[in-house]
């Protein structure tokens, strides 16, 4: 196991130009076994609808997107695969399937039409008190208002409301549309009542919650994989949102012992920033986003917090510094989980009462303890604090609101009293709470901060301006003795901007006096937006300052999602057209008065930024853990946050530049990047590094805080530079190496004893020594 490289499958669906199908996967193998790769790691291939752009509101888990070739397609792809030596990694979703077609779901359809007398009612997490505010009934938040029950007809055995058409149980077609309606096991509500009977991922009412705690949920869903595991298809699963389920725990346990224990087990699991993975779970790590915050924020310079924090006020009004950003984490938890999640809270608090055997609670208000939940829940550090590694979060935070609120005891002691025993009380909090942190942080706080955007990613945690070298060090030492096969990543399909975008905005660290400089010549329409939005500009604006009109729609595209996520001004469901107007006339603005003061800028910061983004990518291919390439990544890329992210690769150029680079032509930064991860991905299948131990390299003489350096087992040393702006020339400043003669691959040349770094560094600013005749 050496390393994997991602692929975004995708049908034709209404853009067939966009299509990446498996047997284009398939073509692609020769090229991706020659770039040295080990696994093919494949978005979901489960059925979806035919216009998903990337596969993870899957329709029918039985069976293989027949948009994407079907199961024969799948099985080509994997045997030819396996004949070049690569194996297959395939990424599932047992957390939630779509039903916002609900004809396309089969599952949810039968729910729909047959209601608790469907076989598939248990598959699903549905409410189905009579106090469900849908009077016991399902209810989908589908009308426009409440009125539009009178828009509703009937064709043949459906209920048509628009474009959305739902079954008509047996013996209930007779009388008008309402009064059909009124028979059925559902109930169309207006959206925003707030009233959902099923529980959802996160706050999307597309896609409806799976009970995989139940063992007959469990078998039908996972049928198809087993059925490949047993043809031999397929060598490792990544399990897409285990934190969603009733229990990760033993659906982790049951998953490993249906794909046995030589397989390989990955979960995307979101680790807060002193959070351990629970060393119980029969997994091989996570996905990685706990690797690219400890890889961002090593290149971080850190004295430049108080310039950019003073900017950030300035412009904002707020510092952005790790008590402003907890602060703010808080309330919009709090929001979220009020609002966008208010149906989940009131059925956590039902379940609450029904759990408890306490009588403490007996006085306690629906609105109080609701309220409880709310400040407990926006409290906690984590996604979900039920793993045993973190036993005592839960209680603490109790504790602290017991102390804050000492008129809440009487909720608190409920709640307690409730979480104690493994119920369904204390399953749905622990689910809520991984929500109520997604919506709340990841797609609301990190839209509004703008200290340093770079920061606000996936597992990110801005509030801390970067990391420093000893604690890199010591995080990637624990990694190599505890995770040693977790996957590492730069870039995802949910990063909210591509690697080398935020290498360029981390840059920014080491200009911070010039970077101000540029911020007084371009006027802000709103500071708390155009702040943030010119940091995301800089990322992608190119240095020679030409603004295609293909970046400027992706610049319009990327701020009308940012705008919406953050929510301060407008929103996805209430829409300020005059605001966001106003902003998108400032990004023209931008583009047709400052593209030269840009374009400057850019030039000035450009090589301190491929210097970051090219050493942080030879850190991760040869770092403890097995590194993900995202497609394309081989070669720089200018990534902004989905679906930018997932536009089609050009796979002919890269073979392109993979043929001229394996000649020694190198004539461009494409060329050298290719250069750096062939290298590095050469060595760590050469030398086996999945289990080598980890050792930091320290350098000695003025410039030695400005190197970055691993010992991988005895034979490999990797050398990177780190703050290159502020680094005139190495001058006096020497790195010892171990004993023996020494090959540097990048660009030649043996080494030994005390080397000048000027030396090694003569070509580029990156090293990667091999033992010479290991």
């Known amino acids: 196991m050496s390393a994997t490289y991602r692929l975004q499958l995708r049908g034709p669906g209404n853009s067939p130009a966009e299509a990446f199908t498996f047997a284009d996967a398939t073509a692609c193998v020769p090229y991706l076994a020659r770039l040295g790769v080990t696994h093919l790691y494949l978005s979901p291939i489960m059925t979806a609808p035919v216009e998903s752009t990337h596969g993870y509101d899957v329709t029918d888990p039985t069976q293989i997107n027949p948009e994407l070739g079907g199961i024969e397609g799948f099985r080509e792809l994997a045997e030819t695969a396996h004949d070049a030596g690569l194996k297959v990694l395939i990424d599932i979703v047992p957390n939630h399937v779509g039903v916002d077609t609900p004809r396309l779901n089969p599952w949810w359809w039968d729910v729909l039409a047959r209601g608790k007398n469907s076989e598939f009612a248990n598959y699903f997490d549905i409410d189905f008190s009579a106090d469900n505010g849908a009077d016991g009934r399902i209810g989908l938040p589908v009308l426009g208002s409440a009125q539009d029950v009178a828009a509703l007809q009937v064709e043949g055995d459906e209920l048509v409301y628009y474009d959305h058409r739902f079954p008509i149980a047996e013996g209930t077609n007779y009388g008008t549309p309402q009064d059909i309606h009124d028979r059925q096991h559902y109930k169309l509500m207006f959206w925003r009542d707030g009233i959902i009977s099923y529980r959802r991922f996160f706050s999307i009412n597309g896609l409806a919650g799976i009970r995989q705690e139940d063992p007959v949920v469990f078998e039908h869903w996972h049928r198809i994989l087993n059925q490949l595991l047993a043809a031999d298809l397929v060598d490792g699963v990544r399990v897409d949102h285990p934190d969603g389920l009733a229990n990760p725990f033993q659906y982790l346990k049951k998953l490993r012992k249906l794909i046995g224990k030589d397989r390989w087990l990955l979960v995307e699991k979101i680790l807060g920033v002193d959070e351990p993975l629970d060393p119980r779970l029969t997994v091989d790590g996570t996905t990685g986003y706990d690797a690219l915050r400890e890889f961002d924020g090593v290149f971080v310079h850190r004295p430049s917090e108080a310039i950019l924090g003073d900017l950030a006020e300035q412009h904002t009004g707020t510092r952005w510094n790790a ?346 930064r494409d060329d050298e990047r290719m250069h750096l991860v062939t290298t590095a991905l050469r060595v760590r299948k050469q030398f086996q590094l999945d289990h080598a131990k980890y050792l930091p390299v320290m350098a000695a003489g003025q410039y030695e805080r400005h190197l970055l350096g691993m010992l991988r087992g005895e034979d490999v040393m990797v050398l990177v530079t780190r703050r290159p702006r502020t680094l005139p020339d190495w001058e006096d400043t020497t790195v010892t190496l171990p004993e023996g003669m020494w090959e540097e691959q990048l660009g030649g040349g043996m080494f030994e004893g005390t080397v000048k770094l000027s030396t090694l560094f003569k070509t580029r600013p990156q090293a990667i020594l091999t033992r010479a005749g290991s």
């Open 323 to 668: 008590e402003d950003f907890a602060a703010a984490e808080n309330q919009l938890k709090k929001v979220a989980a009020t609002d966008e999640l208010g149906a989940e809270i009131r059925r956590l608090a039902a379940a609450v009462r029904t759990d408890n055997w306490s009588t403490a609670g007996e006085s306690v208000s629906d609105e109080e303890l609701q309220e409880v939940l709310v400040e407990l829940i926006a409290a906690m550090p984590v996604y979900r604090a039920d793993y045993e590694s973190l036993s005592r979060v839960t209680s603490t935070v109790i504790a602290e609101k017991m102390m804050q609120r000492p008129e809440w005891q009487d909720a608190l002691d409920l709640v307690a009293t409730a979480l104690i025993s493994r119920s369904e009380a204390n399953t749905r909090f622990a689910q809520v709470c991984g929500a109520v942190m997604a919506k709340g942080v990841e797609d609301t706080a990190f839209y509004r901060g703008s200290r340093l955007v770079s920061l606000q990613e996936v597992g990110g945690a801005p509030g801390r301006f970067g990391v420093s070298p000893a604690e890199f060090h010591l995080l990637q030492a624990e990694r190599a003795r505890l995770w040693p096969q977790a996957m590492t990543t730069l870039t995802t399909h949910d990063t909210k901007r591509g690697e080398d975008v935020r290498s360029r905005i981390t840059s920014l660290t080491e200009f911070p006096e010039e970077f101000a400089a540029l911020v007084k010549k371009i006027p802000y329409t709103d500071g708390v937006t155009c702040h943030f939005l010119l940091q995301n500009m800089i990322g992608v604006w190119p240095a020679t300052g030409e603004v295609t009109n293909q970046l400027r729609s992706r610049l319009h595209d990327y701020a009308m999602k940012a705008m919406r996520e953050a929510g301060v001004h407008t929103t996805w469901y209430d829409v300020n057209e005059e605001f966001e107007d106003s902003i998108h006339a400032w990004i023209d603005d931008v583009c047709d008065n400052y593209a030269d003061e840009l374009g400057e800028f850019a030039e000035l910061i450009d090589e301190a930024s491929i210097t970051i983004a090219n050493s942080k990518k030879v850190l991760q291919l040869l770092a403890p853990g097995i590194p993900d390439i995202y497609q394309g990544t081989e070669i720089l890329t200018d990534h902004l946050v989905d679906p930018d992210n997932r536009r089609p690769v050009d796979f002919r150029a890269l073979e392109d530049t993979l043929e001229r680079v394996g000649r020694g032509d190198i004539r461009s």
